[in-house]
């Protein structure tokens, strides 16, 4: 029975040293410390390099299909021609359509490809920040269910300062 006693009094002490333990949160924006990185505007200048080029020849393709579709609207062609000009139009926009969702899904897999090293790196970074500074629970601002955060929690530029550091050293 001493034993038990005992043992339910030491469990309490214990109970409240862990209750009254600091919690100390954080917030970050994990979007704004990628882009704002070196890592991110380093991603950035590969896929600019990368897409660029298709981008603005896919640009000039939809221009031209306005043009096509205003001289239609205005009338400018009669009977047969006015027929050719409109499947045309169909035409060259399915093929338009095709090619700009194929080259946006090659954009996001080069991203997400460029992108995971970033991120492993970044996860890192987080991890040793927080371990260093005594945080107890650090969140992504982005996450669902997370709607007041105060003034002073958000860890974001320091974040951004650590990763570039990280980046610098090789990491």
């Given amino acids: ?6 043992f339910a009094v030491c469990f ?3 109970f409240q040293a862990v209750a009254f333990a600091e919690t100390k949160i954080a917030v970050f924006n994990t979007k704004q410390i990628v882009q704002d990185s070196d890592y991110g505007k380093e991603v950035r200048g590969k ?7 298709r981008g603005d020849q ?11 579709k205003m001289q239609i609207d205005s009338k400018a062609f009669d009977g047969k021609t006015l027929q050719d000009k409109v499947t045309e139009l169909r035409r ?23 992108g995971k090293p970033v991120l492993k790196t970044l996860e890192k970074v987080i991890m040793d920040y927080c371990s260093a500074n005594g945080y107890t629970i650090a969140f992504d601002k982005q996450t669902p269910g997370l709607a007041y955060i105060a003034d002073g929690l958000d860890i974001t530029e320091v974040l951004i300062k650590e990763l ?8």
């Fill in 47 to 53: 896929l600019d390099a990368k897409f660029t080029a």
């Fill in 164 to 171: 570039n550091k990280a980046k610098k050293a090789g990491k």
């Fill in 1 to 6: 029975m001493k034993k038990i006693c005992l």
């Fill in 58 to 68: 896919l640009k000039k393709e939809r221009e031209d299909l306005e043009k096509l």
């Fill in 12 to 14: 309490v002490f214990l």
């Fill in 92 to 114: 060259r926009g399915r093929d338009w359509n095709e090619d700009f969702s194929a080259y946006q899904k090659a954009i996001q897999a080069e991203q997400n490809e460029l």
